[in-house]
């Protein structure tokens, strides 16, 4: 990340009886979970290096409800470690990391906090790391949402907000104790989403599926149906709270997005926590990431974008095949995530002015798809109105109904 300020603190020296002395660094606030998990990859090899270590155990991420975000955290740290030259083993390392993490309302924010504990072979705690991000900008809300596979509306309350904030009628004390109030309700339901995972079907079929039965955001998975060179929609099953898709090994699959809202949006759609326009050829295409819906539209993404007239197939292969793609942080999660879009003739949505002042299987690259295209230009908003997250990969500690 470019610009990253150093957010690496000292570590401190406790006096001890012990022979080993135990380190425990003081929680920083990170700017976004991707800093947070640099910053413990980087605390974690300079210690490693101070005693000698290159090799390290990584164990399992304890948390909340959504299971699958320890690992995906776990996935996160490796990678950055070896970026580190710490080596990650399996096994023989003379040290384990293992963590947790946590994700809790103080007042009208939420914080999360990683921990990531080092063990000796014995098993005792020799070292402590934390770091904390708080969740008051609008891209930590979209960060955290997609790194925990959240489900969740928020574009009621993302609307309140700014309702408050354009309300001239009020107090500028007023008006602070207000959106003090209003955040604590976004906060709140993202929290809830997390420690009270719901979701709803929205047809008989259980195929189409969105945080609540009044969200103006659904998705389906459509599966190829090699009989018939068709695709059918996928009927999607109640995991504990969580959206669960019966994918199999070598399914091709589309996702199918409905934006009831009388406004467009834009989405970003990631497949195990890679964004569906990294393979674009457009190095624009590919920071923006951003498909565009109209308002009261039905849309099929059918690929990995690579270009105006040619997509990549999505499609399920065992985990550890070598894909060509980016290392996936999510395994076995489809999510999709609403924002506000807009053309060049058309006014930001007051929440956006607003928001400029303050597994074991995986999806890899299928064969190409060619179509027509067609361009406009459009912009898009950064505060999330809703999540969607759909897991696929039957993870053995998420919890079946």
Known sequence: MNN??????????????AVLSFLFLTPVRAATLDDAIVNLADNISEYLEEKGQRQIML????????????????????????KKQTQVV??????????????????????????????????KEISGFREKVKVEEVRSI???????????????????????ANDSSSSKSETAKQLV?????????????????????????????????????????MVANQSTNGFNPLSIENAG??????????????????????HAVGVKLSIDGINSFCLSEDPSLRTRGTWFFPAKSVG?????????????????????????????????????????????NEQPPAVELLAKNKGQLRTGI???????AGFQKCFFGETLLSSVSIRYSNPDDLPLE
């Open 300 to 344: 099929v993404i059918s690929g990995w974008y690579v270009s105006p007239t040619l997509l990549k197939e999505f499609v399920v292969t065992a985990n550890g095949e070598s894909l060509g793609l980016p290392h996936g942080a999510d395994i076995g999660t489809v999510t999709a995530q609403f924002f506000h879009a807009w053309t060049e």
């Open 142 to 164: 979209e960060d955290i949402s997609r790194l925990l596979g959240l489900t969740v509306d928020l574009d009621e309350e993302q609307d309140a907000v700014a309702q408050v």
């Open 4 to 17: 990253r300020p150093s957010l690496f603190p000292g570590i401190a020296r406790l006096a001890a009886f």
């Open 241 to 262: 709270g969580f959206p669960f898709a019966p994918l199999q090994a070598n399914d091709v699959y589309k996702i199918r997005l409905y934006n009831d809202a009388d």
């Open 366 to 372: 299928g064969k190409d798809i060619t179509r027509k």
């Open 90 to 123: 399996p096994l023989g390392a003379s040290w384990t990391v293992r963590g947790a993490f946590s994700f809790e309302q103080t007042g009208s924010s939420a914080i999360v906090l990683i921990k990531a504990n080092l063990f000796d072979k014995s098993g």
């Open 59 to 82: 164990g399992t991420f304890d948390g909340p409800g959504t299971a699958t975000a320890g690992r995906a955290i776990r996935a996160s740290l490796k990678d950055e470690l070896t």
């Open 181 to 221: 109030s209003k955040q604590a309700e976004v906060t709140g339901k993202l929290v809830s989403s997390v420690s009270e995972p719901i979701f709803a079907f929205r047809n008989s079929g259980n195929t189409v599926v969105s945080p609540d039965a009044n969200s103006k955001f659904r998705v389906e998975i």
